[in-house]
């Protein structure tokens, strides 16, 4: 009986030091400092691009009708109530070398936007080149404002930019800069009111291989079942027209750089291309817009190798934007 009780105090011995000893090796939780979680963060709303440089795009009409444009959000994240009921000051400054970084990086051609060709909006006045962005008690978000007076003044074949930065100084110590959205690339897109992808409703296209004599292949016929034709915008009035095809889908030589030019007041169409003097409005056609329903009726013809020649008819209408 007594070897039995030293046994069991020997193995109660032998659990009770175990569980010590692991107790022991347990890791101690220790107070982590408060760091950034009680600081306002402040940082532009973008879309890191796969190089991780923060880039918008933003689109204004080619109109001489002064309009507004929000260039980027600013946002700022608030610990608590009390920084949130505090007003705050953000300064941000136009910085081109933004640009050029964002140009090397992507192999693009942005320019930046002439300044001439715009004003700070009044909600964010500007000295020199630097933005004064203002966070009244309760708001989490402000947008960077700019009015463009004319932007028929503006050189369509340019690709615009704002590059735009945040300096590091925020009023009152209040906010701490996010280094990671500090920094942005807004292109400003250039934009008439055609500009867009549109869907084809009907039409048809005839290959001729000369006077009356239609070519027997499956490159005429409807095209109502292709792709989505694409408007963009070349000029105030005018659109550059990609993706008609032919009836079997395949692309179609002869009218390259193809272009409509719409009177604004009478909404007629005046079809060309810049590749072929030869392509022209079909006589006795429509070629007009309806604003009504954002839909373009488009008849036209031109000459591939005399006395061949083609004939397009097409009716689409305005699907969203591109």
Known sequence: MCIMKFINLRVIAFFVLTGLLFSACEKVEIAKPLGDRGQTIVKLMTSPNENGTNYNLQSIEVTNTSQTLDVIEIRRDVPNEAELNKTLVVTIKEDPIAIV?????????????????????????????????????????????????????????????????????????QGRVSFENRTAVVEVGLKNKWDGIYSIVSGTVTRYTGPGVPANDALS???????????????????????????????????????????????????FALGNATLANWAGHINKYDPATKTFYLAFKWTSTAPAYREYEVVIKYKGPR
């Open 101 to 173: 970084n964002f140009n090397n990086i992507n192999g693009t051609g942005l320019v930046p936007f002439p300044t001439a060709s715009y004003t700070p909006d009044p909600s964010n006045p500007r000295t020199g080149g630097e933005y004064k962005v203002t966070f009244q008690p309760g708001e989490i978000a402000k947008k960077l404002k700019i009015v463009i007076p004319n932007a028929t003044a503006l050189d369509l074949t340019n690709q615009y930019a704002l590059g735009l930065t945040i300096l590091v100084a925020v009023s009152d110590g």
């Open 221 to 271: 016929g409807s095209v109502a079942t292709n792709p989505d034709p694409i408007l963009s915008t070349v000029g105030p009035f005018t659109v550059e027209i990609t993706n008609l095809l032919w009836a079997n889908g395949q692309g179609m030589a002869g009218i390259d750089n193809l272009r409509a030019t719409v009177d604004p007041a009478t909404n007629l169409v005046t079809m």
